[in-house]
């Protein structure tokens, strides 16, 4: 995890080594319910797809930007940038 301010922003950056998002499924890992691997049901893992449809809609309600960056097999990494106020 790495965090900094940059040019006015607030910058959060997390990677991982994972399992990696399929390039097909990226477009769709901020919708609501979308779980891209189909092999995890509901047997397998908690959760119902809505996460990170939940941290997008707070990141833009605060004039931010999140973004992902994931090769299937090499991991993932997200980055959260958010305006700081005048006063940070």
Do not use: C, W
């Not at 499924?25 to 509901?42: M, P, Q, T, V, Y």
């Not at 833009?60 to 299937?72: L, Q």
């Amino acid at each position: 995890m790495k965090v900094e301010k940059k040019n006015g922003h607030g910058i959060l950056s997390i990677a991982d080594q994972g399992t990696g998002i399929a390039a097909k499924d990226l477009s769709h890992i901020f919708e609501r319910f979308f779980r891209g691997d189909a092999s995890r049901s509901k047997n397998d893992s908690d959760g119902y797809g809505l996460g990170l449809a939940i941290a997008k809609r707070i990141i833009d309600m605060h004039s931010g930007t999140i973004g992902v960056k994931s090769s299937k097999g090499k991991g993932t990494t997200v980055v959260v940038e958010i305006p700081l106020s005048k006063r940070a």
